[in-house]
């Protein structure tokens, strides 16, 4: 499927007329506490409540969008970008590994 499809997308079971806003630009902390409860409260991809890692941030930008990633290594496993964005490492260097 084309990821620009993707973009702005409606799932089926949600009302009509919602839409879901991304994040652009989004950003990524790996040392932010996260969101332990899984209640929607932290985590939401703004400076101030990050993402925990990068690809829960690059879910979270339109097609050409920009993720700022905080300095550290951050080990994401095998991850896969599936429309066009930008990584910019913030406040030092960024390691991405397996």
Request: glycine content about 10%.
């Amino acid at each position: 499927m084309d990821a620009r499809k993707l973009e702005g997308a409606r799932h089926p079971q949600w009302e009509p007329g919602l839409t879901f806003q991304m994040a652009d630009p989004a950003y990524a902390d790996l040392t932010f506490p996260g969101d332990p409860g899984q209640d929607g409260n932290l985590e939401r991809g703004t400076l101030s409540n990050p993402f925990t890692t990068v690809y829960k941030a690059s879910f979270e930008v339109p097609t050409n969008g920009t993720v700022f990633i905080r300095s550290g290594v951050y080990h994401e496993g095998n991850i896969t970008l599936w429309r066009p964005m930008t990584l910019r490492a913030r406040l030092g260097l960024v390691e991405i590994r397996r």
